[in-house]
């Protein structure tokens, strides 16, 4: 069974000055769009979808010490990564989120 590489890209994703919906905030190498649902001005989900528009697995990572960095670099912000498999580089590709979702509803994945 071959192994799938984690790759922390180090690009931040920012909902800002979007209005309520749902919205694409990322489009990987691979054509996998993350997307955002905001309502009321605050983030309630992310989701991810392929070119043809079928949903595509999303996982998030987070920590529960935000001033303490497990991996170098990636947590040190406090902020949480969001990450989905870009055929491209036939890995999981992951970003920051600057505005993180309430952990309970923070990714709705069939």
Same mark, same amino acid.
């Given at each position: 069974?071959? &192994?799938i590489q984690f790759i922390f890209t180090n690009e931040r994703i920012s909902l800002e000055n979007l209005g309520d919906g749902r919205h694409v905030v990322k489009v990987t190498p691979g054509k996998t769009k993350i997307l955002a649902y905001i309502v009321d001005g605050r983030v309630t989900r992310y989701e991810a979808e392929d070119k043809m528009g079928n949903r595509q697995p999303l996982l998030s990572i987070s920590q529960d010490i935000p001033d303490h960095s497990l991996i170098p670099g990636v947590f040190g912000d406090g902020f949480c990564q969001v990450c989905t498999? =870009?055929?491209?580089? =036939?890995?999981? &590709?992951?970003y920051t989120l600057i505005e993180c979702p309430p952990s309970d509803t923070m990714i709705l994945d069939h």
């Open positions: 069974m071959p &192994l498999y =870009d055929a491209v580089y =036939d890995s999981i &590709l992951c």
